[in-house]
């Protein structure tokens, strides 16, 4: 079939196979969440962070607390890292498992089958009973490309080698090169250097300076945003004459960890770019565009 129109002839016949590649590639992308995320980490955008995930109501960094964020529709969960004593990476955010499991003892000097032998859930509700802590890779296996991850590495003087295996897990389940620089992964981290050593190792993962109290004025943000997209302090830190440094950086800012509607709503009027957060309920009606 052929139409004539101003001269020109459309041979329908070849354009329908264009059409449903079209399709199917925007499909494919979509499923992939590469469409949806490549503006995630514009400026104009407010990222939602969930902290530890939703850690206000379900025990911090187990797959019951980042599944609740994913329900309750957080643009990232927080995943703060941990590294055994046979080398796997679990989700934790203490040296410890005092804390957040029923046991004793350096995770540096647990192996990940007697981390795994440990409740995590009872200390926060009974209805938690028996919650396992999990490992990286396990977060992995259950959200795939279905969430965006934003991962800590933490006390990497005590966790040597965690960038290497850190970038091994995300390389296994795609998670490196566009997909990573669209914005579904982030990596944050208060040691430059790992920060620096995961940049050399991969550049296209986004990378998140931490700045604590302590160091508030000591970096300067212009050799910071030569390796990192962002910075993320605590939210009491977080002045207007920081944030102005940062925009003129073209850093984002994510302040940790607030959990004061009118607070994050004071500090997206003033200029940052997210916030962390432990309790997610109180932020479904921020604008965040
Ligand atoms: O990563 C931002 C914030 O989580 C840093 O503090 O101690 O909760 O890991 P912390
Ligand atoms: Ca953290």
């Known amino acids: 079939m052929h139409y004539n129109i101003s001269k020109k002839v459309i041979n329908v016949k070849k354009i329908i196979p264009v059409i449903i590649l079209t399709i199917i590639i925007l499909f494919a992308l979509k499923i992939m969440n590469i469409t949806s995320d490549e503006d995630l980490l514009s400026r104009e955008n407010f990222l939602i962070i969930a902290h530890r995930g939703a850690s206000a109501y379900a025990p911090e960094h187990t797959l019951e607390s980042y599944r609740l964020a994913q329900e309750m529709g957080t643009d990232y969960i927080e995943i703060d890292l941990q590294m055994t004593k046979d080398g796997h990476l ?152 920081f944030i102005q440094q940062a925009k003129k950086a073209e850093l984002l800012i994510h302040p940790f960890t607030v959990d004061d509607l009118n607070m994050i709503k004071e500090l997206k009027d003033k200029g940052v770019t997210g916030v962390f957060t432990n309790d997610l309920a109180i932020t479904v009606n921020i604008d965040t565009e």
């Open 90 to 241: 679990i989700a934790m955010h203490d040296l410890t498992v005092d804390r957040t499991t029923d046991g004793k003892g350096y995770v540096k000097d647990l192996t990940l089958e007697e981390i795994k032998s440990l409740d995590a859930g009872s200390w926060f509700s009974d209805a938690f009973k028996g919650v396992k802590v999990p490992t990286l890779e396990e977060v992995f296996e259950e959200f795939g490309h279905d969430a965006n991850y934003y991962i800590e590495t933490k006390n990497t003087d005590v966790n040597i080698g965690m960038e290497e295996e850190l970038i091994r897990l995300l390389e296994k389940y795609h998670l490196t090169g566009k997909v990573a620089s669209s914005g579904k992964v982030i990596i944050q981290s208060f040691d430059a250097e790992s920060l620096k050593r995961i940049h050399e190792m991969d550049e296209s993962i986004p990378l998140v300076q931490l700045i604590s109290k302590d160091e508030i004025n000591q970096y300067n943000l212009n050799e910071v945003k030569k390796y990192a997209l962002g910075v993320g302090t605590h939210f009491e830190l977080v002045s207007e004459e």
